[in-house]
Structures are given as C-alpha cells and as structure tokens.
C-alpha cells in the first residue's frame, strides 16, 4: 500500500513564505512524476507545478517565479517552497506521485490527504 503525507502548511501573511514537503511511502518500485496541486473553496483542483524523475520542472503561470519545486529520489520526497505568498494563493495543497509499486505493474497515481495554506492580506 501506497501513502503520500504532506507536511508543512499553514498560516502565513502575505509577502511570507511557506514550505511543503510530501513523503511517499509503502511498497513502491519507482516513482515517475511527482506535483502539487492545490484547491481553493468553490474552484477545481488546480495544477501548480509537477517535477519528473530526471527533474525536468513545470509550473502555472500563477507561481512561476515565486514557487520552487524539487525533490530528494533517496527519500521518496518532494518539496514546494513558496515564497511572496499572496492572498489568492490560500488553499489546500495536495501532493500527486506517480508511482510503481512492482517492475510489471502499470503506473497509478496517487494522492495525499491535503494540507491546507492559508495566506492573510
């Protein structure tokens, strides 16, 4: 069994920083892509930047420049650091792996239970 636990949110005033970890961890072979998504009352999940095995970056056009993605292969782990927090950023932040748990099984993806970032103006 697959677990993804996201550690790190919180609140923070605006212009602050924040900085969220996602552990994976059970049976897994290998783990592709990992990302952050993030979710604010009355919108739909959104993506916020996604990281693959090799470290190749992506990000929306909201973060680039504030929100760093990076992981650590050897742990299982990938980071957000968010820096120049704004108001519009408040929402819970979910974690995605993409993971294997054998050689032959097919990738699935996976999710974690969400920490919530609340950013005041």
């Known amino acids: 069994q697959v677990q993804l636990v996201e550690s790190g949110g919180g609140l923070v005033q605006a212009g602050g920083s924040l900085r969220l970890s996602c552990a994976a961890s059970?049976?897994?072979?290998?783990?592709?892509?990992m990302g952050w998504y993030r979710q604010a009352p009355g919108k739909q999940r959104e993506l916020v930047a996604t990281?693959?095995?090799?470290?190749?970056?992506n990000y929306a056009d909201s973060v680039k420049g504030r929100f760093t993605i990076s992981r650590d292969n050897a742990k299982n782990t990938v980071y957000l650091q968010m820096n120049s927090l704004k108001p519009e950023d408040t929402a819970v932040y979910y974690c995605?792996?993409?993971?294997?748990?054998?050689?032959?099984?097919?990738?699935?993806?996976?999710w974690g239970q969400g920490t919530q970032v609340t950013v005041s103006s």
């Open positions: 995605k792996g993409i993971i294997m748990v054998t050689i032959t099984s097919p990738r699935a993806q996976y």
């Open positions: 059970g049976s897994i072979f290998s783990i592709n892509t």
């Open positions: 990281i693959t095995g090799g470290g190749t970056t």
